[in-house]
């Protein structure tokens, strides 16, 4: 953001004495600036998504859900510190403690997701390169060789199909993709992890899932000991956002070009 600002700076001064002209040109440079400043800072165009009881300050469900609004899944729950280890924020967080129904293969995993309604992003998303983040903190006390993922899956359907919709295309969705992370064996301190998709242009909800997998040895329950805490979405939108700003700083140059050398 500096530098174009810097470059521009001696030729404002340079141009001071050429009083009928400077105000336009001034106006020029000005918005030449902020379309360059918008363009270097990325980060304005991410969009903050509304993930519910996103600390686990409230209870969580099980079941599959057929409705945005909370965490559901199989019987884990939100729980005060226990086992050595803080909440990350707040005074609870997510553990996971049931893993459903061993598939004798896979091994099984103990899953907790939420739907998100993105249909207020439609027009974003069917522009193409519309990119979700899912990132969590996540942490155990347990000793075990246990993985965590970070999930999202996206869907055009509706929202009351979901568990529908996940088993019949196999757990994946229209697309997804996840995380893995083996915790390190500090309850003490919290992993970040965090998962990128971009949404088909058709996509109407996520899921956003966290989980605990218990690889191997098929057993059917986990101990306590493994947690999540402090999950959060974000979005990111189609650049050409940022292509139109670059567009008109550009333009804006050509203006100023024409001036100082016709
Ligand atoms: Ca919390
Ligand atoms: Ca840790």
Redesign the pocket.
Known sequence: MGKPSAGLTPRRTGLSPCNSHMAPTHRLIAAAAIGIAAFLAPASAQIMLTVANSGFESAVSSGFPTAAGNWQGDANSAVTAQNGVTPYAGIQMLSFTNNGIPDGTNGTGSDTLQLVDLSAYASSIAAGNFTVTLSAYL??SGSNYNEFWTRILSFNTTMANFETELISTANQGQASNYTSLL?????????FSSVSLTLPTDTTYIAVEVSLLHPGDNVPSISPGYYADNITLTAVPEPSTYAALLGAAALGFAALRRRFFA
Do not use: G
């Open positions: 942490n155990r915790s390190d064996s500090n309850p003490a301190t919290w992993e």
